[in-house]
């Protein structure tokens, strides 16, 4: 019986393969590009963002906002690391201080809010509108 199963298996493998040739010749694609300008184009640069002076911020658009940062926050966070905290931290006091609501009981930072930059964002003035919007807090 075990014989008979592996030879039919056998055929259908062979019976399969016979006859069928893959066509050689490739049908020519004709690509063009998906932007709407050629790729010799240059564009100019986008303008630098400035950010507020020292002590200067910007006022929040509704309430309850989180509070934007007024410098660039290209800092790598992880759950082990967080650089804001060197200088945000309540106990170092160099610049504006983590909220209270952040805190546990410790005194300790709450790990829901490691990742600062979920909420706060920077804040810059872009010469020219990065994103389309037009929210109103009216």
Known sequence: ?????????????????????????????????????????????????????????IERGFVHQPPLIPHKAEYAIT???????????????????????HLLATGKLNNIYYNCSQCHVPQAENKQQLVENDFSNK
């Open 1 to 57: 019986m075990k014989n008979v199963l592996t030879i039919a298996a056998l055929v259908m493998a062979l019976s399969a393969c016979s006859g069928q040739q893959a066509n050689t010749q490739a049908e020519p694609v004709n690509v063009s590009s998906l932007g709407k300008s050629e790729i010799t184009d240059v564009r100019m640069a986008d303008a630098m963002p400035t950010y507020p002076k020292r002590g200067a911020s």
């Open 79 to 101: 759950t082990k690391k967080n650089k804001c905290l060197s200088c945000h931290f309540p106990a170092k006091m160099k610049a504006t201080p983590i909220d209270e609501s």
